[in-house]
């Protein structure tokens, strides 16, 4: 029997024997026991406080005396006269163990501590970011033994830290001698670990200890809008997102005129890359200023996006990206320094993780979508579908995971829809339609309540009823055919065909009235016949990526359907499949996964581990290329229909009937704008 005492730590359950008077961090390292520490146990963070439990503790099997830690003792004093400590609570790097004890280690004293979840739609994620303080004590100079201070704090970090090969550029030597006198010596360093075996990089330094805030971003950069989550790089949590359109819009809507933008104008891709970057200097300092910190304070950003935005965010010509083979100049993922890519609003040492892309046309935003939504691990057949400008496509399951793009075009998010526009308060976001009387109700974003509820006119006073965002669309253009005001094809029925004034005739075709706010000096929101071609084009890409995905997995049905996206938590999955977006599945299989993009952002950026996962999975994602596929074709032109030509839908079929309606009069109508976009 030893004369050691047992520890006992929880919530994981790992025990051992230490002899008396071992610390509590020694025992917890030696354990492999998740306990923080930046200070490496001199008593000045208090990142290693512990919860000792006293008394029976008959599920462990042991009794827990009074005197089982040591004595309360001075630095513990000291650091709760000046910070205070929560009661029961002791710092682990000096209290003693005495005798056998229960050590419950709180979840604010865990390195890896989870970030919970706080929707149906976000992940739990475990930190390990990349980017984390470390305090050192640096031996001072002797004039006898000729060193560097800087080889000193490298050496300072090995030995107290066992971090091996760090690197500083010349910004970091220049004030490293003040810093080390400044603190006598004693030092915070905050560092950057790179990839795999790349060196760690020092961002910054404080003199003494130092509880600088480090923040982090994840940015999803989309050919129509940028979004970014602004991070807290200690604790996980989101500290404030925003979002904003992309500036390159105005060197063509989608992805493909951008690259003939940069073919066409010699200099062309420089400018559209000057004009991304500013954009996200811009977000950084709004994003920075809504959260009230510094952006000085950002050290770190995430980033991802399809390769044509890759390669011009990176200051890479995309023209190889326009044509077969389409090359990306790489794959691989990159961890850069910010200021190479002039992003100058965060810190002047901020670093830039760069997700892997997956092919020529499925992006790191893609290789994103696949980290958050896991399909690799999925037991069922599960189809994700990332709905944007451009499309990311997912399917697969633990076996085996497929990945496409679809040039859907910027219809699903508002962009060339007549009353179309960005989700924000006073757009049209839900729509029903009376299949009898053909009347329409909706909701604004902005407000809880619908257009035929009392108090509506009050609550959209201020925002007005101003245009119809993404989801709205969707839902307009499906309920129209569900209340028999569109046809099969899409064509939307005159008023002697549907009975409905709001049926009005627009040129050689019809459109219908939504909302007239003309009276008042608003806008007339319609959704016309060239609405509902632009959408008809954007789910045809879509639905066709799908089908051309599931011909290569060998499968005419999936078991459960994904939709993500900016707005992919706001479509409806009975609208989505009354369009035909999506393939048939019980309507209680389509779930919704909010911005899956930013979703695997945010996890590179507070999970290191992550980034090495998804560069193996990307390596295992088999991409097929819809662009030189013929099939893509065919279910193209046959998803055209509403919801299809060919295919069918019983699981729609047991909740919706669509009328059996056709407003084909010999005229043409019908045909125009099925052209192909990317
Ligand atoms: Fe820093 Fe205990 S490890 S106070």
Known sequence: MSEDALVIFTPSGKRGRFAHGTPVLQAARSLGVDLDSVCGGRGICSKCQITPGYGEFPKHGVTVEPGALSEWNAVEDRYNRIRGLKEGRRLGCQAKVMGDIVIDVPPESQVHKQVIRKSATERDIAMD?????????????????????????????????????????LTILRKLQTVLRKGEWKVTAILNQGNHDEAHRILDLFPGYAEEPLYGLAVDLGSTTIAAHLCDLSTGKVLASSGLMNPQIRFGEDLMSRVSYAMMNPGGDVEMTRAVREAINNLVL?????????????????????????????????????????????????TL????????????????????????????????????EEPNKSKDMVLIVDVGTNAEI???????????????GPAFEGAQISSGQRAAPGAIERITIDPITKEPRFRV???????????????????????????????????????GLVDASGLIGGPDQTGTPRAEPHGRTFSYLIHDASAEGGPRITVTQGDIRAIQLAKSALYAGAKLLMDAMGIDHVDRVTLAGAFGAHISPKHAMVLGMIPDVPLDHVSSAGNAAGTGARIALLNRAA????????????????????????????ASAIPNAVNHFPELAK???????????????????RRRRR
């Open 337 to 372: 320094d910010a200021r190479a890519l002039d992003l100058t609003a965060m810190n002047h040492n901020a670093r830039v993780y760069v997700l892997p892309c997956i092919a020529g046309h499925v992006g790191a935003d893609a290789a994103a979508v696949a980290l958050s």
């Open 129 to 169: 970011p990349a980017t984390r303080s470390f305090y050192v004590e640096v031996e001072e100079p002797d004039m006898h033994i000729p060193t560097g201070d800087f080889e000193r704090l490298k050496r300072a970090l090995q030995d107290q830290w066992k971090i091996k090969d760090v690197t500083a550029d």
């Open 445 to 483: 974003i902005g407000s809880e309540l619908w257009s035929d509820e009392p108090g509506f006119t009050e609550a959209t006073a201020t925002t007005g009823i101003t245009g119809i965002c993404g989801s709205g669309i969707i839902e307009a253009v499906a309920e129209m055919r569900m209340a």
């Open 286 to 334: 709004s994003i920075s200023e809504e959260a009230g910190i510094s952006p000085g304070q950002i050290y770190e950003m995430v980033i991802v996006f399809n390769p044509v935005m890759h390669h011009l965010f990176l200051g890479i010509d995309p023209v190889e990206l326009g044509q077969a083979p389409f090359a990306l100049a790489t794959s691989d993922s990159l």
């Open 655 to 673: 909740v919706v009937t669509l009328p059996d309606v056709s407003f084909n009069t010999g005229g043409s109508g019908g045909g125009e704008g």
């Open 611 to 638: 980034r090495d996962q998804i560069e193996a999975t990307v390596h295992e994602i088999h991409k097929v290329e819809t662009a030189i596929e013929p099939r893509f074709q065919e279910h193209f032109v046959n």
């Open 394 to 408: 997912l399917l697969g399951n633990e076996s085996r995971v497929l990945a496409c793009s679809s040039p859907t």
